[in-house]
């Protein structure tokens, strides 16, 4: 970096000399060498810019100038044949298309350019690894669940997170429905991107990528992970499995819940709260704190109190994690009992 930093101030060093010394435009000396320093440091920063771009950008920006200036240079050739008695005029348009047609086909070029298939070249272009590699797309339905800045915060989240237009469009729409459940949402939704933007260590980025022609919106994400090459974050169970057909990778923040619950092995003893009776003969339902359900044998009569049970068996769904227990009446005769032994022996000594 040193040595990086001793050529950029030799180079600003090398302009500024230069334009003190030839004086371009006939300029006094000092205002010469003011202005090679400007021009210098411009071109220093654009330098430090350039350094940022992927290189499929700069193939495309490249491409992209070369074709305007192509363009610009035939419809100069037209203009030449039309009559205009003002020469300065003529002048004036031919630089005026080529700084817009330069611009145009850069911009364009540079925006394109990550359409860029490099591994098809071969060559030195073929081990090019864009940053698109980091970039996570978020589906709104993952906006308005909100614990995607939960996770943000804990720091698990590194790249970039790209929001798509279309996605702030129909989050737009949600929090203008007539509905107030869905106007809550959408609201809340809009509430939670602002709270990731403000992340200092997270870079949000708004893209304006569309599909005209495809309707749905869980499509339009699809086909846009498959341009940027990344990942989607959603908890919509129905676009999870489209894009997985689509060999679109997917971070499901539903599975990841899953994957942090608690781990509890058949055997064990835990005390849950019995809420409401089970659809099985004589069984209660219960729910752990993470909203894990727990479905009790012999339970149906401890409905609204808190018990131990024995854990017999744990079942995966697609849906969380199901935990299915048994009550005894023994094990919680002998937890009544040594609750009860202390309150016994205060009567008995006020007996006495």
């Known amino acids: 970096m040193l040595d990086l930093a001793l050529v950029r101030v030799i180079f600003v060093i090398v302009v500024c000399s230069c334009a003190y010394y030839f004086q371009p435009f006939g300029v006094p000396r000092l205002l010469a ?54 020469s300065a005029t003529v002048y004036f348009l031919e630089i005026f298309l080529m700084l817009w047609m330069t611009y145009v086909g850069l911009v364009v070029g540079a925006n394109k350019g ?79 991107l602002q709270r990731i933007q403000k992340m200092a260590h997270l870079n949000v980025q708004i893209v304006e990528d569309d599909f005209p022609h495809i309707r749905e919106v869980d499509m339009k994400l699809i086909e846009l992970a498959k341009i940027y090459d990344c990942k989607v974050i959603t908890n919509d169970f129905n676009l999870n499995k489209v894009a997985q057909l689509h060999g679109v990778q997917v971070l499901n923040i539903n599975e990841l819940a899953n994957a942090l619950k608690p781990i509890v092995l058949p055997g064990e003893t835990m005390r849950v709260f019995i809420l409401k009776e089970g659809k099985e003969y004589n069984q209660g339902v219960a729910y752990l704190d993470d909203g894990t359900m727990v479905v009790v044998d012999n339970a149906k009569r401890m409905i609204s109190k808190t018990i131990d049970i024995s854990v017999t068996s744990v079942l995966q769904t697609t849906a969380g994690k199901m935990i299915f227990g048994k009550f005894d009446d023994r094990m919680h005769a002998v937890i009544a009992d040594k609750s009860e032994r202390p309150q016994r022996k205060v ?6």
């Not at 490099?118 to 590699?133: Q, T, Y």
């Not at 009567?347 to 006495?352: H, N, T």
């Open 33 to 86: 060498a003011a202005g090679g320093l400007l021009v210098g440091g411009a071109i220093i920063l654009f330098e430090i810019r350039v350094e940022k771009i992927s290189l499929k950008r700069l193939i495309g920006a490249a491409f992209g100038s070369i074709f305007g200036i192509l363009g610009a240079f035939l419809m100069s050739l037209v203009l030449a044949r039309v009559n205009i008695e003002n």
């Open 114 to 192: 990550d359409m860029l298939n490099l591994s098809a070249l071969g060559g030195v272009f073929g081990g090019e690894k864009g940053p698109k590699k980091a970039f996570k797309i978020l589906d709104t339905s993952v906006i308005i669940d909100g614990r995607i800045a939960d996770i943000a915060e804990t720091g698990f989240l590194d790249g970039v997170l790209v929001i798509p237009q279309f996605v702030l469009r129909e989050l737009q729409l949600v929090a203008d429905s007539a509905d107030s459940m869905k106007r809550n949402r959408g609201r809340r939704g809009l509430d939670i």
């Open 347 to 352: 009567e008995a000594v006020g007996e006495a």
